[in-house]
């Protein structure tokens, strides 16, 4: 890796050259957004992973959030609630209460990502669900999970409140640039 003039520079394969911006990365956001580092290998070493800033989602995932939808700040925050949510699911696996509240907020989180993206959103929760369960141990978790929800019915929302199911404003979220 090479640093130029405010850009990492990642060489991938033969040619193909990513330009990230490194403000974010570095700490140097004039929104005061900070990315985490990535923790590599050391963030797959428990259920929960590596959350240094306390926001209640992984450094890996708040990440591949960043970097996958670098120009969809509603998206990004729609996920985030969706992972935040998730780490409840991972941590609450063996109680079944707790499943079913963190299933109906799933619901909810998905409601507002079908607002945001349609039928596109199906595919988005996919590749987010295969990061966030990125180890055995995970992937375990999330099967107790499931067997914890085992008769238990759950409605989303009628597609006219969907909108309202986002855990923001949607209207004010603004757009990136």
């Given amino acids: 890796m090479h640093t130029i003039k405010g ?7 033969y040619s193909l050259v990513v330009f990230v911006s490194t403000d974010l990365v570095q700490g140097n956001s004039n929104s005061g957004f900070v990315l985490p580092s990535d923790p590599g290998k050391v963030g797959k070493e428990t ?3 590596i959350d240094t800033d306390g926001d209640g989602v992984r450094d890996d995932i708040q990440r591949y959030i960043y970097f996958t939808y670098p120009d969809d700040k509603k998206l990004r925050l729609a996920l985030t609630y969706y992972a ?13 209460e707790a499943a079913y509240e963190h299933a109906k907020n799933m619901v909810r989180h998905g409601d507002c990502l079908w607002y945001l993206k349609d039928e596109e959103s199906i595919d988005i929760c996919s590749a987010l669900r295969a990061k966030i369960l990125n180890t055995r141990e995970r992937s375990i978790a999330y099967i107790r999970y499931s067997d914890n929800l085992g008769g238990r019915i759950i409605s989303g929302a009628p597609q006219k409140e969907w909108k309202d199911s986002c855990s923001f404003a949607v209207d004010d979220a603004g757009e990136d640039q």
């Fill in 84 to 96: 935040k949510e998730f780490q409840g699911v991972l941590k609450d696996a063996n109680d079944r």
């Fill in 7 to 13: 850009s990492l520079v990642v060489l991938l394969f």
């Fill in 47 to 49: 259920l929960l992973g």
